[in-house]
């Protein structure tokens, strides 16, 4: 059912859009019911009035108007996910299961990219907190200067507006945070090396600041020396396969010994070093080790396959769906394992 009128001074018919009220007339309930049904509310309805709304607005052709949702309700039944680049599978990864939770909550996702840069992060916060999202999930592998005065004041802006704010990596203030243990997994990912006998690394990691990446140098580095070997240099750059390929190959031009394992920061840096260790007519495995972090799909994929250690990305994303609508969450309750897998791009000295 929709209403027709005349466009003033042209004659012409026009079409409005169907009201919650028509949906209500057409389903027979009453508009609190028909409400509770399309607007997310969390009251029970009986599966008898849900089926004739749901059949009322799906023939009335009614969508829920989000910006009326939000200044009712001060928030609207949008997650807003900020991711460092959504072509990485680690943040395509997170943003599946952080879109299945949704789903199951009822609430539409939206994906902005920060790019890793800072500015950005703050501009695209500030703009998506124009739109009183009902949550802000944080996962772009944030910098040491992400985290300065003014992102901080959008984010208490947001809070302060009934939404909520969940952070990969520590938070501050009413930020929540998700942690992701990259100092234990890269500590157990280098005493499994060193227990295979090698004792020579290289690690090809991403600029200095990058708290993800820092933070797996630094459990790689403690683990591997604890255990008897040494990390003899460390190559950074961008963190993306590309700069995999260039790192390796200014570290090949260095020299690298047979029996060297290379380990990058990620899987996706890894299978960029994988590519020139080829180009330079040096096989990985055998002559050598190759190591990785993240276990994406693809790191089982290639060949050899990429020893690395497996994050669940996707149940990180859902858990961090939860932390952003959960009234009751508990910090540390997405606490999840991280295991090391040995497969063979590292087969041992």
């Given at each position: 059912m929709t209403d027709t009128t005349v466009d003033a001074g042209k004659g012409r018919p026009r079409t409005a859009a169907a009201t919650l009220h028509d949906v209500a007339r057409e389903a027979g309930v009453s508009l609190a019911t028909a409400s509770r049904v399309l607007n997310g509310s969390t009251r029970k309805v009986a599966e008898s009035y849900r089926g004739r709304v749901e059949a009322a607005a799906a023939a009335l052709g009614y969508t829920a108007n989000l910006s009326a949702q939000a200044t009712a309700?001060?928030?609207?039944?949008i997650i807003a996910l900020l991711v460092a680049d959504i072509a990485d599978p680690y943040f395509g990864q997170i943003a599946s299961g952080v879109a299945r939770g949704a789903d199951e909550a009822g609430l539409v996702m939206t994906i902005a990219i920060t790019e890793r840069d800072p500015v950005r992060e703050i501009r695209l916060v500030r703009a998506l907190r124009g739109q009183r999202?009902?949550?802000?999930?944080?996962a772009g592998s944030r910098s040491s200067t992400s985290s300065g005065d003014e992102l901080q004041r959008e984010l208490d802006a947001l809070i302060a507006n009934g939404g909520a704010v969940v952070a990969f990596g520590p938070g501050a203030g009413d930020v929540r945070s998700i942690g992701i243990d990259n100092l234990g997994g890269s500590r157990a990912l280098a005493v499994a090396l060193a227990e295979r006998g090698y004792r020579h690394a290289i690690i090809l990691g991403a600029e200095e600041g990058l708290r993800t990446s820092d933070d797996r140098i630094e459990g790689f580095t403690a683990g591997f020396t604890a255990a008897g070997g040494s990390v003899d240099r460390i190559y950074r750059g961008a963190f993306n396969r590309d700069e995999g390929e260039r790192l390796m190959g200014r570290a090949l031009a260095d020299g690298v010994e047979p029996g060297t394992v290379v380990f990058g920061v990620n899987d996706v840096i890894a299978i960029g070093a994988l590519t020139a260790l080829r180009a330079a007519g040096r096989e990985a495995g055998s002559d050598i080790a190759l190591a990785g972090f993240d276990d994406i799909p693809t790191s089982r994929d290639v060949t050899p396959a990429l020893?690395?250690?497996?994050?669940?990305?996707?149940?990180?994303?859902?858990?961090s769906l939860h932390a952003a609508i959960d009234d009751e969450w508990v910090p540390g309750s997405a606490s999840l394992e991280l295991r090391v897998q040995l497969r063979d791009s590292t087969p041992g000295l």
């Open positions: 309700r001060g928030t609207s039944a999202p009902r949550g802000l999930i944080l020893t690395t250690v497996h994050v669940p990305l996707e149940e990180f994303g859902y858990q």
